[in-house]
Nanobody, 125 residues
Framework: QVQLVESGGGLVQAGGSLRLSCAAS????????MGWFRQAPGKEREFVAS????????YYSDSAKGRFTISRDNGKNTVYLQMDSLKPEDTAVYYC??????????????????WGRGTQVTVSP
C-alpha cells in the first residue's frame, strides 16, 4: 500500500520560509512523478509544483514561480517543497501526490494516483 506523509507545516509570518517534506513508502519512488497541491479555506485544491522521477523537469504554478522550489531525494524516498517569501494568501493545507510510472498531466490532480493527508501552512500578515 502506498503511503505519503507530509510534514513541515506550521505558522510563519509573511516574508518567512518553510520547508515541507513528503516521505513516501510502498512503491517505487525513484520512478514516480511527485507533486504538491494546496487547498485554501473555501477554495478548490490547486496545483503548486511537481517534479519528474529523474529531476529533469519541474513545473510550478504562476503563484509559486520564483518563491517555491521543489526537489527530491530518491535515496530517502522524500520530496521537498522549499517555500520562501511567504504571503498570507499561501495559507492552505498542502498535499503531496504521487504518480508511479510518471504522468502526462503533471500539473493536474487527475494525473496523480496517491495522496497524502496534508499539512497546514498558515502565514500571518
Amino acid at each position: 500500500q502506498v503511503q505519503l506523509v507530509e510534514s513541515g507545516g506550521g505558522l510563519v509570518q509573511a516574508g518567512g520560509s518553510l520547508r515541507l517534506s513528503c516521505a513516501a513508502s510502498g512503491h517505487t519512488f525513484s520512478t514516480t512523478t511527485m507533486g504538491w497541491f494546496r487547498q485554501a479555506p473555501g477554495k478548490e485544491r490547486e496545483f503548486v509544483a511537481s517534479i519528474t522521477w529523474n529531476k529533469r523537469l519541474t513545473y510550478y504554478s504562476d503563484s509559486a514561480k520564483g518563491r517555491f522550489t521543489i526537489s527530491r531525494d530518491n535515496g530517502k524516498n522524500t520530496v521537498y517543497l522549499q517555500m520562501d517569501s511567504l504571503k498570507p494568501e499561501d495559507t492552505a493545507v498542502y498535499y503531496c501526490a504521487g504518480a508511479p510510472g510518471g504522468t502526462t498531466r503533471p500539473t493536474q490532480q487527475p494525473g496523480y494516483d496517491y495522496w497524502g493527508r496534508g499539512t497546514q501552512v498558515t502565514v500571518s500578515p
